[in-house]
């Protein structure tokens, strides 16, 4: 009996939209299995993070403790005080100066002390421990003196507001940290964090900070870790930060300044967030940035989750939808510093330990070089003035760092007079990578499944850097949105020649605390909601392949064209595991029958059972699989026809599974309160003949796995 070649099981996923009628009509699509085409980069599908929306500090940033250092403009924001207390600004950390003194109330029955707010409250979970620090001294030699921390609900009916309590015995003149475990006696979400003064002896506070024990990879300065998760469980294979327009900042004094992000982050700091004032609908005047997580962290994050990071500097201009006078930006003669940041931050990131920024890695603790690959020189510029910007920065990194790949902008817009202007300025300075940006409504996404079919194969690669689909009267997640994206997203994948990279925008959003939606993730202060548009990221991430295949309907691409019934469609193959993947979007108002055939496959394959992944599973079985995704974005029930043609005669497949993510509702998506709201549903399947029929309900998602 002949040895029968293993291939991979089949995974189908459907997301198709609403209707009762069924057509009869099938749709063949046939993927040419025996040709595999243009590599698919491992950076293909990746994340995009800018402080937006509370991103970092009040989310990512695991930190609870608002304005820790006393910086703000307003030096005591996000701080209560009571009794004896003073603020002064000749502190340990140059950069940070201010702390504050607690001295005697004047009376036994009197209290000196202050207490935090966080963000939006604090959040702590029953039983979960916290790591309290503070840095203090005794101003005036002699005793000894103590300070009380306690985590605190006042309006509560209990005898006392406390539910976690530690002293600390501050015994020094000079400035030290000191450190306690506060364990959480109940689950809170708007906690306070209270300090008495408990003693007579005067005491100075500085860099007051708690931490969730429990971070991500268990870092002292980490991560939130349910947030954290969620990204590593895209599988990304890129990670764009810090932004965004806060690289530009709304002037030149308040971008993002990676150097002031490195070294001790008790002297880091503080920084203007630009999102809590450009929208005076959506003001949030206590939002800043710690840089608490800044530069080396973010690296840290990219190795954690295998992606490959890519930083944005400024090019020396402001934010120009805030400034209209060229006096706002750095003429070009004058932008020499800017250039040698962009210089340092690569010595920074692969340096030498002996080099200068090599060595501050090494001392933050990762002597290894983080392998930076890839560097974007401004966000959303437009105009002359920027190719005259950017010219200087690409000569010298060029010349310096010839094997780093270098990321122009093609503006904020995806088409128009300054996309027109800017896609010849990006080829004429050579550039790598061009960074197209759209936040576009349906009738957009519906529009642009060939946007990238007759792009120029000769010049700089794509990296679509920031796009989401916004409802036109429903600016906000939901699962018709989601659906679309999907269907865009063939097209790149088809294209994936010319388009290297795609990062969805933006990744968090504080349910208390936003400024933009639609987001991939949101989260309040104790629990984090997946979208339906974060789980069309998943599938994505997770089945990229490693070359496009051939697929093609009536021997034309699949890309929502007149006369193609509203469908979608890519094909890919992974190499390395033997699986071809296929997705398909029915955008359509009317079900659709599909038939996927497969020709150029040997004939004695046959595919035969096989299991199911769903849409959030963290693992992906590493047998011989057919992975086929189909998106059906229209209001019809569709059906299906999975043929496979090509396999060897003595393998056969026989049955499998089918998980369906529905709704249906195309207006609804998963909430904090609500986070199941739309999720996977698995059943079993059977195929016979290599050949899968099936009809898909409206406003359904289906994986099907099928093995021979």
Known sequence: MR?????????????????????????????QAKKPGAEIQPTMYGLFFEDINYAADGGLYAELVKNRSFEFPQNLMGWNTFGNVTLRNDGPFKRNPHYVRLSDAGHAHKRTGIEN????????????????????RLPQEGKNSKIRVELVKPNNNGERHAFAMQEITIDSKEWHKYQVTLKAGKTEAKAILRIFLASQATVDLEHVSLFPADTWKGRENGFRKDLAQALADIHPGVFRFPGGCIVEGTDLDSRYNWKNTVGEVENRPLNENRWHYTFPH??????????????????????????????????????????????AHVPVSELSGYIQDALDLIEFANGDVASTWGKLRADM?????????????????????YPEHLEPFVKAIRKAYPMVKIIGSSGPNSEGEQFNYLWPEMKRLKVDLVDEHFYRPESWFLSQGARYDNYDRKGPKVFAGEYACHGVGKK???????????????G?????????????????????????????????????????????????????????????MNKIPVSGAEGQNGLFASAVWEKEDNTYIVKVVNASDKVQSVSLKFEGLKKQDFLTKGTCVKLRSLDLNKDNTYIVKVVNTSDKVQSVSLKFEGLKKQDFLTKGTCVKLRSLDLNKDNTIKQPSTIIPKESSVVIEGNVLNAEVEAYTFVVYRLKK
Not at 476 to 490: D, S, V
Not at 528 to 548: A, E, F, H, I, P
């Open 117 to 136: 707010e966080g963000f939006f409250g604090i959040g702590v979970k029953k039983g979960e421990e916290y790591r309290f620090s503070v840095w203090a």
């Open 3 to 31: 040895t029968m070649k293993t291939y991979k099981t089949l995974l189908a996923t459907l997301a198709l939209s609403a209707g009762l009628v069924l057509n009869a009509q099938t749709n063949e699509m046939v993927i």
């Open 476 to 490: 906000w997640n939901h699962f018709h949105a989601a659906l679309l994206e999907a269907a865009f997203m063939t």
């Open 365 to 385: 603790g990762h002597p290894a070089p983080f392998n930076l690959k890839f560097i974007a020189i401004g966000n959303e510029q437009w105009g002359t003035e």
């Open 492 to 552: 790149m994948e088809r294209n994936a020649d010319v388009v290297q990279m795609a990062t969805y925008a933006p990744l968090f959003a504080h349910v208390e605390g936003w400024q933009w939606r639609p987001d991939m993730i949101w989260f309040d202060n104790l629990n984090s909601v997946r979208t339906t548009s974060y789980y069309v990221q998943q599938l994505y991430g997770q089945n990229k392949g490693s070359n496009v295949l051939p697929l093609t």
């Open 282 to 327: 959506r003001f949030y005047p206590d939002y800043y940035q710690s840089y608490g997580l800044g530069f080396y962290e973010f690296f840290l994050l990219s190795e954690d989750i295998g992606a490959e990071p890519l930083p944005v500097l400024s090019c020396g201009l402001a934010c120009q939808f805030q400034n209209n006078d060229v006096s």
